[in-house]
């Protein structure tokens, strides 16, 4: 099992930064495959980013490629999405999600349906 406790949402103006923090519980946590997910009111849910379990693999999606960087600190069961040169676009819920199926693994999961460990979620909301 493993518990995903996401931070660092807020408010910000356009072009402004944020970075949200992902505290994992569980000893297993450093061997997935981790992503943000994102899901705006309206709108399917969005992997914006995903690293692999030894960190040597990321991916971003087209929209936020250049902006945002995933990492991890696997000694502190951490997974960081740093956020800069914020749109209004970028407003969303964003989910911190583990994908289990496949330890130790370099590939990365593109798509929400599956991962399947998920926090609670934290409110970005990005002012124009």
């Known amino acids: 099992q493993v518990q995903l406790a996401e931070s660092g949402g807020g408010l910000v103006q356009t072009g402004g930064s944020l970075r949200l923090s992902c505290v994992a519980s569980?000893?297993?946590?450093?061997?997935?495959?981790m992503a943000w997910i994102r899901q705006a009111p309206g709108n399917d849910r969005e992997v914006v980013a995903a690293?692999?379990?030894?960190?040597?693999?990321?991916y971003y999606s087209d929209s936020v490629k250049g902006r945002f960087t995933i990492s991890r600190d696997n000694a502190k069961n951490t997974v960081y999405l740093q956020m800069n040169s914020l749109k209004p676009e970028d407003t969303a819920v964003y989910y911190c999600?583990?994908?289990?199926?496949?330890?130790?693994?370099?590939?990365?999961?593109?798509?929400?349906?599956?991962?399947?460990?998920w926090g609670q979620g934290t409110q970005v909301t990005v002012s124009s």
């Open positions: 999600a583990a994908d289990s199926s496949s330890p130790y693994s370099e590939s990365l999961a593109i798509d929400d349906w599956e991962y399947d460990y």
């Open positions: 690293i692999s379990w030894s960190g040597g693999r990321k």
């Open positions: 569980g000893r297993t946590f450093s061997v997935y495959t």
